[in-house]
């Protein structure tokens, strides 16, 4: 069974880090690209970054580049988001999954909350 675990929300206050973790199982998710995501309240989930399979090609939305890093550990099957500089527009709740999504059965996700 394919599993995505999210991990590693929390409250900061603007300027602030969070590193989140997701744990992934059931698959092969070492030959996957992989990508965070992330949906605020009252709004479409979006996009916020993803990596090749290697770790060689990472890719970011606009509003997150040069403050968030991805980075994924294959021998763990753990993917990370390295989040510094936080904005109070960063509110969502975060979840991971391949990039594109193909794991149809998303994660519960983590709640993170940037306070201003």
């Known amino acids: 069974q394919v599993q995505l675990v999210e991990s590693g929300g929390g409250l900061v206050q603007a300027g602030g880090s969070l590193r989140l973790s997701c744990a992934a199982s059931g698959r092969t998710f070492s030959v996957y690209t992989m990508g965070w995501f992330r949906q605020a309240p009252g709004k479409e989930r979006e996009f916020v970054a993803a990596i090749s399979w290697s770790g060689g090609s990472t890719y970011y939305a606009d509003s997150v580049k040069g403050r968030f890093t991805i980075s994924r550990d294959n021998a763990k099957n753990t993917v990370y988001l390295q989040m510094n500089s936080l904005k109070p527009e960063d509110t969502a709740v975060y979840y991971c999954?391949?990039?594109?999504?193909?794991?149809?059965?998303w994660g519960q996700g983590t709640q993170v909350t940037v306070s201003s």
């Open positions: 999954n391949t990039q594109p999504p193909t794991v149809t059965s």
